[in-house]
């Protein structure tokens, strides 16, 4: 029976709450728990990309719906938003010392009631961008504190797999976007309802990152683990590591041209990328009269095959353990693809379906660069310090990010008739849903049977002709395109409808230049994609199956040594 004295002496329980901040784990988990955590570090990614990215898919009704420019609304989501991500994914490098799991769980926690309630009921364009940069904030604690957790769950021998997986996050967050948009947007119309569905996703995935989400203990993550055999003593050594001395003076260390260079021509290869993120819907609104809803649908096959490209590289790089050569193959079949869809911009008559084949190639091509290159990023900054895997992706973020935040800056320069266009439609907004069906039907009539009848509206010639065509477009009887037409002559003597019609000739010739500016666009993504190249020689990995191979036989052999001494010491 003990005593009272020493009943008091026992070192009390956890409390149940200490679970929601404390997570750490002091051994190195078995591929069951350890899939678990990644599924969750993917799942969270797959959110924050999600409310990144769902104002791309009603973009050209948010900008009419608070009466922005078209440099104003890229400048917001493009640049600000993007430079607020550079500088938090700085901060986000403390991760290395504070650990990375809260930050995630309670990023994205504070992410939900900005999509659920603040974006939808934003009085003022001011107030939805700060409620939107805030966004961007957020993610850019996800940008490193979440591939930091993939590396830590993953040796370098299935490294790409696993970065693949995470990349996936963003590429899944394009793909629920369009999809969800796709299939809400003809039979839930507000804009704010895709925020709102956002947000209710969110709050969910936050409750399953509370309950669920663990890293490991400082001392596990620290070491290099190339391969899973190394598990064991990985364990060993982290009982002997001084976490402070390993961490010293981190930005010195992590703040290196081989990290910040890649990081670079990585954001420059993906500036293809993040203009169909931001700006393919209007692009496509623009250019080629698609809806919203037909811009998605077709977005969906690009996400698709990027998400099959993703997997596919991943494995492969694992697989024959080697990066570089898939980076190369990537990079060069986008270029191809690059050169093609930008010269499709110019044809009008382009068909949906090859816009189809061509988006699909695209993307695999781009993703069949970028998982191999991120898995070799971190193995990169592993070969300076393993113990400071946040610090050398902060830095990798921060210069990737800035990169993108240019992107956004210089696009309006390029594109420069798109200005004009996205105001006309933000004034004309409430005139063309009051005149949708009179402006359609002038939109069926050839443009010489407009002037003709502009001229002369009794001219019998020109009223028949403008029948025949308005029946044909429309697929309707004689009788009721000459309704639409009667109706057309009726709303023509409105002051409103004329004052619209005076502003759509005065867009027009900016209509016209505008895929030609596009076209000026892709071609400075092309550039881009081969200003990646260089910046491919300045990682570290093999070229050579062979010797990447002869590599790994090496480090095993080593490792059997160690763990023979290891068997030793313990007998000892």
């Known amino acids: 029976m003990s005593s009272p004295q020493s009943a008091l002496s026992v070192e009390p329980g956890p409390s149940p709450l200490r679970r929601f901040w404390y997570r750490s784990l002091d051994r190195y988990p078995h591929t069951g728990p350890r899939v678990f955590y990644l599924a969750i570090v993917v799942m969270t990614t797959v959110l924050v990309y999600y409310e990144l990215f769902a104002p791309g898919a009603v973009s050209p009704t948010i900008i009419s719906h608070y009466g922005m420019t078209f440099r104003y609304y890229v400048y917001a989501t493009g640049v600000i938003s993007a430079m607020v991500g550079a500088f938090s994914s700085i901060i986000a490098g403390f991760a290395d010392r504070f650990g990375r799991a809260n930050m995630v769980t309670y990023g994205v926690g504070a992410s939900v009631p900005l999509v659920l309630f603040g974006l939808p009921n934003a009085p003022n364009a001011i107030s939805w961008v700060v409620l939107f940069c805030g966004i961007g904030f957020l993610e850019g604690f996800i940008l490193v504190a979440t591939p930091a957790l993939v590396r830590d769950f993953s040796p370098q021998f299935g490294r790409s797999s696993a970065m693949a997986f995470w990349l996936l996050g963003p590429v899944i967050g394009s793909e629920v976007v369009t999809q969800v948009s796709s299939h809400t947007l003809s039979h839930l119309h507000p804009w704010q309802d895709q925020f709102t569905i956002c947000g209710v996703v969110g709050l969910v995935v936050f409750l399953i990152a509370l309950f669920g989400l663990r890293e490991l203990s400082p001392n596990l993550r620290d070491q290099l683990m190339v391969s899973m055999r190394d598990r064991v003593l990985v364990?060993?050594?982290?009982?002997?590591?001084?976490?402070?001395?390993?961490?010293?003076?981190?930005?010195?260390?992590?703040?290196?041209?081989?990290?910040?260079?890649?990081?670079?021509?990585?954001?420059?290869?993906?500036?293809?990328?993040?203009?169909?993120?931001?700006?393919?819907?209007?692009?496509?609104?623009t250019t080629f009269g698609y809806s919203e809803q037909r811009a998605n649908a077709l977005g969906n096959w690009f996400w698709a095959f990027n998400a099959v490209g993703l997997i596919l590289s991943g494995l492969l790089s694992d697989r024959l353990k080697v990066r570089k050569p898939f980076m190369v193959f990537g990079a060069m079949g986008a270029m191809v693809m690059s050169i093609v869809w930008a010269l499709r911009t110019m044809n009008p008559a382009t068909s949906y379906y090859t816009f189809v084949i061509i988006v699909s190639l695209l993307g695999f091509f781009l993703s069949s660069a970028y998982a191999p290159w991120f898995a070799s990023l971190t193995e990169t900054i592993e070969a300076r310090n393993p113990a400071l895997t946040a610090t050398g992706l902060a830095v990798a973020g921060w210069v990737n990010k800035i990169t993108i935040a240019l992107m956004a800056l210089i696009l309006p320069f390029v594109v420069v008739a798109m200005t004009p266009i996205v105001n006309f439609a933000a004034q004309s907004a409430p005139t063309a849903a009051k005149y949708a069906s009179e402006i359609s039907t002038s939109k069926a009539m050839d443009a010489a049977t407009s002037r003709a009848l502009t001229a002369n509206p009794a001219d019998p010639v020109a009223g028949a002709k403008a029948v025949a065509e308005i029946s044909a477009k429309f697929h309707?009887?004689?009788?009721?395109?000459?309704?639409?037409?009667?109706?057309l002559g009726k709303a023509t003597q409105q002051k409103d409808f004329r004052s619209f019609l005076s502003r759509a000739a005065a867009v027009a010739p900016s209509v016209k230049h505008n895929a030609r500016d596009w076209q000026h666009w892709w071609w400075v993504c092309l550039g881009g994609q081969v200003l990646f190249l260089p910046f491919i020689f300045m990682m570290v990995g093999r070229w050579r199956p062979r010797n990447a191979k002869r590599d790994a036989e090496e480090h095993d052999r080593t490792i059997e040594e160690e763990l023979a001494k290891l068997s030793l010491r313990r007998a000892g």
């Open 235 to 285: 364990e060993a050594k982290a009982k002997g590591i001084d976490v402070r001395s390993t961490t010293r003076k981190p930005w010195r260390q992590m703040i290196r041209f081989d990290i910040a260079g890649p990081a670079f021509g990585a954001g420059t290869l993906l500036f293809m990328y993040s203009t169909f993120v931001g700006f393919l819907v209007i692009f496509l609104a």
């Open 476 to 487: 309707t009887s004689s009788a009721s395109a000459l309704q639409r037409l009667i109706a």
